[in-house]
């Protein structure tokens, strides 16, 4: 039981680093392909579709070869987690363009507490104090470190409600596909990545030519581009597996909680390769901030003992009124029904 046990810690680890180095890596890729100062290719929604029609070629070349059973998921589910993840990225996108850096890192922030409350709504989960509380510690920890100027107009604050609702119920929805038909997570997102790249590559460049007024076929493209474009979407696929294995083993406010370790990370790299200012605030919040991890990380524990000494156990001893009924059903009992009991046993 404790080498089980040790397996899924060390796996449970394992997906959440893959996450967080490939969500870490893909930004840093995407930060060079896209910034001025890289190579301006400044088309976040179509290059989403890219990511996803590679992992969905992943996905067919991995069920073509047996490596993974496609397993069935009604297509109205399917279609309908694609429109809230496309919803999502879309929202996320516009969210960026229209609000100030610092709203759209406090939108980011509140999607813990919306995830918490949709959980309580959808699945009736609660939570113990001391989660509540890391949690809290943990929003505070990364909005020090990242939330500067706080502007906001109408449109910006209706895209940023729509992102982080859709993005808060897409996480939900990831796990509850899971436990209901049974499936694994690259098994689901190989049924879900063809949709939503289909959709992003037919949309992508109208909601990009939205977004900064230019269309992709008027981008001229280098041998440098390309080479970031084809990194960006590998990343891409080791992103979305670990994302579903992540919710799939952990839940969607745990994978929330824990991904801010991908915001301190970014700002560190940042500081690192790019030369991006860390200032004593940055420093301060990643403190707080991981403190806030490590108190939820013991809250979370804390509160599975708690649960495990709440479930009744079954009864191993008899009473003295068991004992006495069964000797009276044994001693009554005619002999050759007695040996074949025993036989039988």
């Given at each position: 039981?404790?080498?089980?046990?040790?397996?899924?810690?060390?796996?449970?680890?394992?997906?959440?680093?893959?996450?967080?180095?490939?969500?870490?890596?893909?930004?840093?890729?995407?930060?060079?392909?896209?910034?001025?100062?890289?190579?301006?290719?400044?088309?976040?929604?179509?290059?989403?579709?890219?990511?996803?029609?590679?992992?969905?070629?992943?996905?067919?070349?991995?069920?073509?070869?047996?490596?993974?059973?496609?397993?069935?998921?009604?297509?109205?589910?399917?279609?309908?987690?694609?429109?809230?993840?496309?919803?999502?990225?879309?929202?996320?996108?516009?969210?960026?363009?229209?609000?100030?850096?610092?709203?759209?890192?406090?939108?980011?922030?509140?999607?813990?507490?919306?995830?918490?409350?949709?959980?309580?709504?959808?699945?009736?989960?609660?939570?113990?104090?001391?989660?509540?509380?890391?949690?809290?510690?943990?929003?505070?920890?990364?909005?020090?470190?990242?939330?500067?100027?706080?502007?906001?107009?109408?449109?910006?604050?209706?895209?940023?409600?729509?992102?982080?609702?859709?993005?808060?119920?897409?996480?939900?929805?990831?796990?509850?596909?899971?436990k209901k038909y049974s499936i694994g997570s690259f098994?689901?997102?190989?049924?879900?990545?063809?949709?939503?790249?289909?959709?992003?590559?037919?949309?992508?460049?109208?909601?990009?030519?939205?977004?900064?007024?230019?269309?992709?076929?008027?981008?001229?493209?280098?041998?440098?581009?390309?080479?970031?474009?084809?990194?960006?979407?590998?990343?891409?696929?080791?992103?979305?597996?670990?994302?579903?294995?992540?919710?799939?083993?952990?839940?969607?406010?745990?994978?929330?909680?824990?991904?801010?370790?991908?915001?301190?990370?970014?700002?560190?790299?940042?500081?690192?390769?790019?030369?991006?200012?860390?200032?004593?605030?940055?420093?301060?919040?990643?403190?707080?901030?991981?403190?806030?991890?490590?108190?939820?990380?013991?809250?979370?524990?804390?509160?599975?003992?708690?649960?495990?000494?709440?479930?009744?156990?079954?009864?191993?001893?008899?009473?003295?009124?068991?004992?006495?009924?069964?000797?009276?059903?044994?001693?009554?009992?005619?002999?050759?029904?007695?040996?074949?009991?025993?036989?039988?046993?």
């Amino acid at each position: 039981m404790e080498s089980e046990n040790k397996k899924s810690a060390v796996s449970d680890v394992g997906a959440w680093a893959m996450n967080v180095i490939s969500s870490v890596g893909i930004i840093m890729a995407n930060k060079q392909l896209m910034s001025s100062s890289g190579y301006a290719f400044s088309f976040a929604t179509t290059l989403t579709g890219f990511h996803f029609a590679v992992t969905a070629l992943v996905g067919l070349v991995s069920n073509a070869t047996g490596l993974s059973v496609s397993k069935h998921v009604p297509m109205w589910e399917l279609f309908w987690f694609s429109i809230v993840a496309n919803v999502s990225i879309t929202g996320m996108n516009l969210s960026l363009m229209l609000n100030s850096v610092g709203f759209y890192q406090i939108s980011k922030l509140s999607m813990i507490p919306v995830v918490c409350i949709m959980e309580w709504i959808i699945h009736s989960k609660q939570y113990s104090k001391e989660v509540k509380l890391s949690v809290i510690v943990v929003v505070i920890g990364v909005g020090v470190c990242t939330v500067t100027d706080v502007k906001v107009n109408a449109k910006g604050f209706i895209c940023a409600c729509l992102a982080v609702l859709s993005t808060s119920l897409q996480q939900i929805t990831i796990g509850s596909l899971q436990k209901k038909y049974s499936i694994g997570s690259f098994e689901l997102l190989s049924r879900t990545a063809p949709i939503q790249a289909l959709s992003l590559l037919i949309l992508g460049p109208f909601i990009d030519y939205y977004l900064n007024g230019k269309f992709i076929t008027h981008y001229k493209i280098s041998s440098g581009a390309i080479l970031f474009i084809i990194l960006s979407c590998s990343l891409a696929v080791f992103c979305n597996v670990s994302q579903y294995l992540c919710i799939g083993r952990f839940s969607a406010t745990s994978f929330q909680v824990l991904g801010h370790m991908k915001t301190i990370c970014v700002l560190t790299l940042g500081w690192l390769l790019f030369d991006s200012e860390l200032t004593f605030k940055n420093i301060m919040g990643m403190v707080i901030a991981v403190v806030g991890m490590v108190v939820y990380s013991w809250a979370v524990e804390a509160e599975k003992s708690s649960n495990a000494k709440t479930v009744p156990h079954t009864k191993n001893s008899l009473t003295e009124e068991e004992i006495r009924l069964l000797k009276e059903g044994v001693e009554s009992m005619p002999l050759k029904d007695l040996e074949l009991s025993v036989s039988k046993g």
